[in-house]
């Protein structure tokens, strides 16, 4: 039996551990990076079959660092995790789909 393997890409070490409890209890392998750049790395390096994105992160925006995975896999399915709010059907333009985080606030565009 194969085991997809998701790269989640959140800062917040709460969030992370809750995703990947639910991935995993799901039946998924878990990836975790805490940072864009920790996230594309590991895209690069790995055989991610998909990938969970917070989408503000320390170093970088989840549209940029979507961006940057879409480059390297074009065909990796991007998931935008974030709160929301009157932003989010401007962002989910820039993901392939959305997962509401109801404990979080709406992320901003200005970061």
Request: glycine share 6%.
């Amino acid at each position: 039996m194969h085991t997809a393997k998701v790269l989640c890409v959140e800062n917040h070490a709460n969030h992370l551990q809750r995703l990947k409890f639910m991935l995993e209890r799901a039946g998924y392998e878990v990836i975790a990076a805490s940072s864009g750049r920790q996230g594309v790395s590991m895209l690069k390096n790995q055989p991610i079959e998909g990938v969970l994105l917070e989408y503000d992160l320390p170093d970088a925006t989840g549209a940029t660092v979507r961006a940057e995975m879409k480059s390297i896999k074009p065909e990796i399915p991007v998931l935008l995790f974030a709160g929301v709010g009157n932003q989010t059907p401007f962002l989910i333009r820039f993901f392939d789909s959305y997962l509401r985080n109801p404990e979080k606030p709406e992320p901003t565009l200005d970061t």
